[in-house]
């Protein structure tokens, strides 16, 4: 295996998108890719993960096998900590976006959303590197919450020795988007990348 990947979130936030943006970059780039999704009960607002296996051409399921991601990245913080015992591991990195969707128990008064500080307590005691990011302010001053998603892909492959770079991605968005959702996004993946270096000079 070169890398497993576990993109965590809930319906609506562009998780498999991202999934089949990343799997398109490692194809051109020569690389094998295998990728899984695993939805709940409601695609929107409901947990979402796609497990992304970048890997030697070997024959490989789908889903990742239990506690062997290599990274988690998380566009919600609470289904990154659900993800944690099933498919962390010590060395595990994880990219988290630190901005709370509330589910509709929360919102309803029955249940307590976990305490913000708790869950990124828990990920830096069981990781090997935690990047706890305001995605979701840097993607509404850019226009919307719709480019979350591109902005955590371009923190993901500024990552130390991520498979992919920037300049890969940027190569499949060309053939997907047009005129200013091209632009936009672009501008996006370089906010991501800026947010990784920002978070790694104050480290």
């Known amino acids: 295996m ?3 990947l576990v ?4 319906g609506g936030q562009g998780n498999v998108l991202a999934s089949q943006i990343l799997g398109r970059a490692g ?3 020569g690389l094998s890719v295998t990728i899984g999704e695993t939805f709940g009960l409601s695609q929107r607002g409901g947990p979402v993960m796609s497990h992304v296996r970048f890997h030697d051409g070997r024959v490989v399921g789908p889903i990742i096998p239990p ?3 290599d990274i988690i990245m998380g566009l919600e913080p609470l289904e990154t900590l659900r993800v944690l015992p099933e498919l962390g591991r010590p060395d595990t990195l994880y990219l988290v976006n630190k901005r709370p969707i509330y589910p509709l128990n929360v919102i309803a008064g029955d249940v307590a959303y976990p305490p913000l500080e708790g ?3 828990i990920l830096q005691e069981n990781s090997r590197k935690l990047l706890w990011v305001d995605g979701t302010t840097k993607s509404m001053e850019l226009g919307g919450a719709i480019f979350l998603n591109t902005i955590m ?3 993901l492959v500024s990552l130390d020795n991520f498979p992919l770079t920037i300049e890969d991605i940027e190569e499949i968005f060309r053939v997907t988007f047009k005129g200013e959702r091209l632009s936009q996004n672009l501008s996006a993946l370089q906010i991501g ?3 990784v270096l920002e978070y790694d000079q104050e480290s």
């Open 2 to 4: 070169i890398l497993n």
């Open 67 to 69: 506690n062997m991601a």
């Open 193 to 195: 990348r800026e947010l």
């Open 119 to 121: 869950i990124k307590e």
């Open 7 to 10: 993109i965590t979130g809930v």
């Open 153 to 155: 892909l371009g923190a």
């Open 27 to 29: 194809v051109k780039k």
